[in-house]
């Protein structure tokens, strides 16, 4: 069973920074797309980036040049480096990933459990 696993959330002022990661395990046959999405009180889940298996990112606009993601393939991890942290990146942040869990089995997305960024004063 495949299993998506975040850490790296908490409590920290305007302008500093956070490191959150997710690692997948489990019965892994490939990982394809890894990203995170988030989601405020009384909001839908946005797309915050993506980074596809060759590599390539994907950012909203809301957090280009504030926001690094990166993926180590060897350990089936991706990250999300957050700079210059505003309140309105409070929220709770999610893992994605594309998963094939055995090969010739369904290639689905699986999610994490979440987890709180709070950026307050």
């Known amino acids: 069973q495949v299993q998506l696993v975040e850490s790296g959330g908490g409590l920290v002022q305007p302008g500093g920074s956070l490191r959150l990661s997710c690692a997948a395990s489990?019965?892994?046959?490939?990982?394809?797309?890894m990203g995170w999405y988030r989601q405020a009180p009384g909001k839908q889940r946005e797309l915050v980036a993506l980074?596809?298996?060759?590599?390539?990112?994907n950012y909203a606009d809301s957090v280009k040049g504030r926001f690094t993601i990166s993926r180590d393939n060897a350990k089936n991890t991706v990250y999300l480096q957050m700079n210059s942290l505003k309140p309105e990146d409070t929220a709770v942040y999610y893992c994605?990933?594309?998963?094939?869990?055995?090969?010739?089995?369904?290639?689905?997305?699986?999610w994490g459990q979440g987890t709180q960024v709070t950026v307050s004063s």
């Open positions: 994605y990933a594309v998963i094939t869990p055995v090969a010739g089995h369904l290639t689905s997305p699986y």
């Open positions: 489990g019965s892994i046959f490939s990982i394809y797309n």
């Open positions: 980074i596809l298996s060759g590599g390539s990112p």
